[in-house]
């Protein structure tokens, strides 16, 4: 049952809560907050909103029209875990003081209007969403950027490379490139963190299913948080990345979201399990198709793999995304799908032939996504692949990096850069635009602040292996 205002009101008096945080998504994925004393949680609160400046953040406002509003949505209020002063936290959602008209750049309002689009379609009433969200937890990072130098440099006492360290004492057993999955402490030096952000998660209200190390060395983990709604799943993901970094930093480390730290192993996905439903009926299941796959759920890869080059332009958004995205460290390059096989970019898993767990994992996104527009981009991707019958082919159930070079060139590849995923997006998004789910004007603002604050930031400058390479030319 939904929480009303005044079941969060109640909440703020029995917890004993001095403050109430009000948080929201930019355009780009990253949470932004200001906070009231908690005689200002009334019902009015709810209904009138507080204002902000919206030209001061990424991606918003103009200066002449800065002014915006919050609403809080009281189905989305927990208690914050690491503040010192008792605080209550609430998501909101944006909206322009004048017209009272959701705002159209506010991520959260998108993905609401893709779920109101699939109930509009008719061929579902609600998707469920799983995200498997990696990310690495380091015990330094260094980096600077200037026009006369350029480094990074991050450690972790579990890297394999402080085997001979001076740690005082050095106790050995650190983990080797690829070696992360599954050691049992004390090789996993990492178990009672996770469980700690494993906890604070589940305070929060977000149900986590597992936890565990991951492949790559130097700390990299994964916890994953238990399906359910388009909009609900994006505010977890929200929360899940404010407790992974908080819960880290309480324990003297740094965690990061950021797809590919390190050169030479693996590097961070966000897979994504998503299914459709009718009612209670799963229809993405059917006992007589492929990997028990209806031929909705067919239709719906279909449309994920055809529009799969413009989705990453949100789903795997950065530059160092495509850092991660090349053959071999499990990445998931080739446009294809598959029962079982972690290199094609769609994966059918198999652990159960439950007709309720049958799902589609589309395995390029990666978690520095926004996941409010990824989830939604990809929900428009597979509808309009439903709607259009678009056929996705024969499934490819075989080693996808050990083809034959004439039959590997049959498959198509996700985009090699950033660049190459915006101007994809630039050519192909007239199914994001139906339903007026994503808009002209949300497009044009991701894809010129993209190009030019992060594309161009790095193209423009020198890198330091080019001085490995160049300098004694």
């Not at 204002?51 to 949505?73: A, C, K, N, V």
């Not at 059917?286 to 989705?311: K, V």
Request: with cysteine; net charge negative; charged share 25%.
């Amino acid at each position: 049952m939904a929480r009303t205002p005044e079941d969060v009101i109640r909440l703020a008096n029995e917890t004993g809560v001095k403050m109430v945080d009000l948080r929201f998504t930019d355009l780009f994925g990253t949470w932004q907050h200001f906070t009231l004393p908690v005689r200002e949680l009334t019902e009015e609160l709810f209904e009138e909103g507080a204002g902000f400046d919206g030209s001061s953040i990424r991606g918003f406002q103009s200066i002449e029209e800065s002014d915006m509003i919050l609403i809080p949505d009281p189905d989305t209020a927990f208690v914050d875990p690491f503040l010192q002063i008792p605080t209550l936290v609430l998501i909101c959602d944006i909206y322009d003081p004048i017209t009272r008209q959701p705002y159209s750049r506010d991520p959260r309002y998108i993905a609401r209007k893709a779920e109101a689009y699939l109930r509009q379609t008719g061929i579902a009433d609600v998707s469920y969403w799983g995200p498997e969200a990696e990310f690495f937890l380091f015990n330094d990072v260094r980096y600077r950027v200037e026009p006369y130098m350029s480094f990074y440099q991050v450690d972790s006492e579990e890297a394999w490379w402080n085997s001979g360290k001076e740690l005082g004492p050095n106790y050995g057993g650190q983990i080797q490139a690829k070696g992360g999955y599954f050691p049992v402490p004390p090789t996993d030096r990492l178990q009672d963190v996770r469980s700690r952000m494993v906890l604070a998660l589940e305070a929060a209200g977000v149900r986590v299913e597992i936890h565990h190390h991951e492949v790559a060395t130097a700390g990299q983990a994964e916890i994953d948080i238990r399906f359910s709604t388009l909009v609900k799943t994006a505010d977890n993901m929200m929360i899940y990345k404010y407790i992974v970094k908080n819960v880290a930093r309480q324990h003297g480390l740094t965690a990061t979201f950021m797809p590919k730290p390190l050169f030479g192993d693996n590097g961070s996905g966000m897979h994504t399990h998503q299914s459709l439903w009718k009612g209670d009926v799963n229809i993405f299941f059917d006992e007589a198709g492929y990997a028990q796959l209806s031929e909705t759920a067919r239709y719906y890869i279909g449309g994920l793999l055809q529009h799969a080059p413009a989705l990453l332009a949100f789903a795997a958004p950065t530059t160092n995304s495509y850092r991660r995205l090349v053959p071999g460290y499990e990445a998931p390059v080739n446009l294809a799908y598959s029962q079982r096989n972690r290199s094609a970019a769609v994966r059918i898993p198999v652990y159960s032939s439950s007709p309720k767990a049958k799902r589609v994992e589309f395995r390029p996104p990666d978690p520095s996504a926004n996941p409010y527009l990824t989830f939604a981009a990809m929900l428009m991707a597979g509808l309009d692949g439903v709607e259009n019958r678009l056929d996705p082919g024969e499934p490819m159930d075989k080693d996808l990096y050990d083809l034959p070079p004439e039959e590997a060139a049959q498959i198509k590849q996700v985009p090699g850069s950033l660049a190459e995923a915006l101007a994809a997006l630039e050519a192909d998004h007239a199914f994001l635009l139906k339903g007026d789910v994503f808009t002209p004007d949300v497009i044009a603002t991701w894809v010129a602040y993209k190009r030019t604050n992060e594309v161009d930031a790095v193209r423009l400058r020198p890198h330091p292996m080019e001085f490995e390479l160049y300098y004694d030319v």
